[in-house]
């Protein structure tokens, strides 16, 4: 059925949220099935930066849901959004 | 390179018609494929010391490289023509990620819809023509593909074209606005070059007619809308409102107002990538402060704009929708969960207007008792919060949805009118 890349846009609780740690709480709470292949960091506006994960998932049921919902309950978290997508 | 102008351009239709060929094809013969992938290939033919057939070895080595991450954005691709730098993406299949098209930042200026002549009209080329109706995007190349697959046969073309012109009229798709060609991509018939194989067929070629599209138009004229993702308090700073514009422009001195929560103010200052700006306009991702707004006066899934040209509240919209599935039947009373913009809002499908008839376009039936998979519809809906939407004919960007229920895309909309509260 092949895969579908979707570019995420986490932004964090606040300013102060150490973005290195942020990363790897996401990375380990990545559902299973799904991977990230890379992260960017975007500068929004006064001292507030994104986190930009590409996660890889199946192109099957689903879609990135798990994933945003996992994402969802990581600590330091305050949202989610969908950036971009595409196949494979 | 980027001095063209750009295009963002979907790749839609049925997952097993070539898109990822397609897509691959347009690469390779607009030169777009990395070099390295080409010399790898004159590397290893050179070494097994025959050629082989270049393009399928540059497909499977592209998907490779890409399932690596050794490209940088993988969900995108590029390429240029004579006219135009297209972004290029390939639309997942499954249903589950039409969200993700309808709330995504990239949306399609245009899109290539393919469909193979050997199978048709498939579900999936249904649902993807009207997500590109929904999407806002109002020309369509159909790339009637893999003809190599019918012996370029005439009759096979026209089949497939009058199927897909039946599908458009179900979404009202004006079919004068949509062009048709008998591409393959395997093969690179009418891609770049005029085929032998097809000599009944005068028209453009895919890459003519991707060179003859119209330039997209930043809608930068349409009042400011910019719906708000998060909420900050900084300090030293105060409250600010983050979100990415969708149309119009935001500069220091406007004076504004968020909706629903029906507050406003004056601008202070905007930042995008943390430097302050003296304008921002249709797509920035932007901060920004108002005077005298506090972090609890503004909330998620609100839409900012001028103050003389405020975002509408829906008291009831009427929409026309598409279901994509549904374990039994939508009736009148149905309440399920509307994802538009920053904002998800459980609304009520207060009435079922119209069922459309998918073979002519017309009105089906009235006032039907209810709907299913597969069905188009109009229908009047009740938001149970307040929600900010937007007639899809004045401003396209603010006036699409997904339903959702039971963890399931259900269906997607755009909207035709809005009752104001």
Same mark, same amino acid.
């Given at each position: 059925m092949g895969k579908v890349a979707v570019k995420l846009k986490i932004m964090p609780e606040d300013p102060e949220v150490d973005l290195d740690a942020l990363q790897e709480r996401l990375e380990g709470s990545l559902p299973e099935g799904a991977k990230i292949q890379g992260f960017e960091r975007d500068d929004v506006a006064f001292g507030l930066v994104a986190l930009l994960p590409t996660v890889v998932v199946p192109d099957d049921a689903g879609g990135s849901e798990a994933v945003e919902e996992a994402f969802g309950g990581v600590e330091g978290v305050e949202s989610i959004a969908v950036e971009s997508q595409g196949r494979l | 390179m980027s001095d063209k102008p750009h295009q963002n351009l979907a790749v839609i239709g049925h997952v097993d018609h070539g898109k990822s060929t397609m897509v691959g094809r347009l690469l390779f013969e607009t030169g777009s494929v990395p070099e390295h992938v080409i010399e790898q290939y004159r590397e290893e033919a050179e070494e097994k010391g025959k050629g082989g057939f270049e393009f399928a070895y540059v497909m499977d080595n592209l998907a490779e490289e890409r399932e690596r991450g050794v490209t940088i954005d993988i969900a995108h691709q590029e390429f240029d023509t004579d006219e135009f730098y297209f972004t290029i993406v390939d639309c997942p299949g499954h249903r589950d990620f039409v969200k993700n098209m309808i709330?995504? $930042?990239?949306? $399609?200026?245009n899109a290539v819809l393919v469909v193979a002549a050997d199978d048709g009209v498939q579900p999936q080329t249904q649902e993807h023509v009207f997500l590109a109706r929904t999407l806002g995007i109002d020309e369509l190349i159909v790339a009637v593909n893999k003809m190599d697959l019918v012996d370029y046969e005439e009759s096979r073309y026209d089949q497939t074209v009058e199927e897909v012109k039946e599908l458009l009229q179900q979404v009202r798709f004006d079919t004068d606005n949509a062009s048709f060609i008998p591409t393959s991509a395997f093969e690179g018939d009418n891609v770049s070059e005029t085929s032998e194989?097809?000599?009944?067929y005068d028209g453009e070629t895919l890459l003519e007619a991707l060179n003859s599209l119209p330039e997209p138009q930043p809608p930068t004229d349409a009042p400011l809308r910019l719906p708000i993702q998060d909420v900050y308090t900084i300090s030293g700073i105060g409250t600010v409102p983050v979100g990415r514009i969708e149309t119009g422009t935001m500069s220091p001195g406007d004076d504004v107002s968020f909706q629903p929560s029906d507050v406003g103010g004056e601008v202070k200052t905007v930042e995008m990538h943390h430097e302050e700006v003296p304008q921002a306009g249709p797509g920035d991702n932007v901060g920004f402060n108002v005077r005298g707004i506090g972090k609890d006066d503004i909330r998620r899934g609100d839409v900012c704009g001028p103050a003389d040209d405020a975002p509408s509240v829906a008291e009831t919209f009427q929409a026309q929708v598409v279901v994509m599935q549904h374990p039994s039947v939508i009736t009148a009373g149905y309440t399920p969960v509307f994802h538009a913009h920053t904002a998800q809002v459980a609304c009520t499908i207060e009435s079922i207007d119209k069922k459309i008839d998918p073979s002519s376009g017309d009105v089906a039936e009235e006032d039907p008792d209810f709907i299913q998979s597969g069905d188009a519809a109009v229908v009047t809906v009740r938001p149970q919060k307040p929600l900010s939407i937007e007639p899809s004919s004045e401003i396209p960007e603010l006036g699409s949805f997904a339903v959702r229920d039971m963890g399931q895309t259900i269906a997607a909309g755009k909207v035709l009118s809005v009752d104001e509260r």
């Open positions: - | 709330t995504g $930042a990239s949306q $399609a200026d194989n097809t000599s009944w």
